[in-house]
DNA sequence: GTCGTCAAATGACTGGAAGTCAGTTTCCCC
DNA sequence: GGGGAAACTGACTTCCAGTCATTTGACGAC
């Protein structure tokens, strides 16, 4: 790779990232890269020799900047799941938002409408992604990630008066298990998705956003009604 | 191996199965010693050696039996999920029975106490045992779960009156999702465990049977005061 | 400008597990 | 008791995550 010398890159990342900005953007091209190839494929099957090259990168070189395979999808996940927090933060903000439990259902499914990666990988997240991961990592994950359920679950408290104390980090708990366990049976493997093609298997095929909103809406209503 | 002339062995399996009930039989055997491992460890770290070698047979004997891993964990879940629905449905059909939704809640709950295995398996349907199975294996699987959840679900609306045509197998959807989400939290890998134990990490140690017990109670609560 | 240094990058190599298959052995039936 | 079908075996192949001795480029010192 050579540098052309009649045009000056506009902040391109040198063959050799020195600085700490420089790194940074590297780890980026590597979770974005891995994201493409999660979203074409599945886990098994992004190769770590894939995301180097496609990344322009050797193999080794991945490793230098993610341990294992693991660490690199449970940071892409981090990534996903935190910018869809920040998100979800802001939607809930609006001065016009009615709170009440269907708005809310739907405010939370909807923000998770294009999010197939984020909900997938979550639905991994302790089968596959924490199995081989070093602790300071998965601390790290699971500190921010309370921070950010006692943050939301706060707000859903201050809002919907039928909670009580203590009940809005609970209601996201239950709303991760929905969002995990409906993403599950949503986003089939290729195999099963031919099985359940035939119209008998109707009932065994879901629709995230709506079943989500249904089961939360729900959820809601008997959490109202006691 | 040699088979002991003085003593009449009681329904031994010979060293090659050539019945169908002994094939059966080898195959029981496999599974049971997989699940064994399984118990003790976890999904990564169950070597389709150590299954053949704890089982008395050679690593090629088992993929007689099993063409692939998932196979043999699928084929696992199967019998786990199958015999735990046959329980289910027998522990409903009680006389006494009040069928109210705390009551159904706390059965079901209950009733999946010790099946850890078969949560955790559960958990790992969709993301990595239908990824490298046959597509028959897969349809055999799902309509074996269909009809399951059909005959379950027409129970539930038939003593459940607030339940509406179609919703019996809704709600075992939404319970399936449940299942699978908190054992996910629940049962966390070892790396995780050691983060969790901190005292303001509490909101993220979920005891498995008393919030499926909660949320399933709010969820029916939710259904009935329409 | 160029030179020395050192961390970044490389890619051939290792280890380990799933899965294969040609050869071996058992046991059923004639 | 012997012939043959098929169950069983385990060395071998393949594949991939992860390693590490070596190479190379960026940058500061002069």
Redesign the interface.
Known sequence: MVSNPGVKAERATPQRARKDEDKEARRRLLLDEARALYEAT???EVKMADVAERSGLAKGTVFLYFPTKEALFLALLDDLLFSWFARLDTRLGQPDAPWTGPWLARTVAESLEGETSLT?LL??????L??????EQ??RF?ER??QA??HI?ALLESRMSFLRPGEG??VL??L???????R??A???P??R???ASP??A??R?DFTA?LT??L??????????
């Not at 639905?123 to 596959?128: G, I, S």
């Not at 809406?217 to 006691?226: D, H, K, M, N, Y």
């Open positions: 599945s886990y098994a997938r639905a991994m997240l302790q089968t596959v924490e199995q081989n991961v070093t602790v998965a601390r699971k990630l309370l359920m006692l679950g980090p609970r708990v239950h991760h298990a929905l969002v995990t366990g409906l599950q049976m986003d089939v493997a195999v099963a031919e099985v359940l008998h298997m009932p065994l879901i079943e249904a089961a809406t729900t959820l809601l209503r008997g959490l109202e009604a006691r």
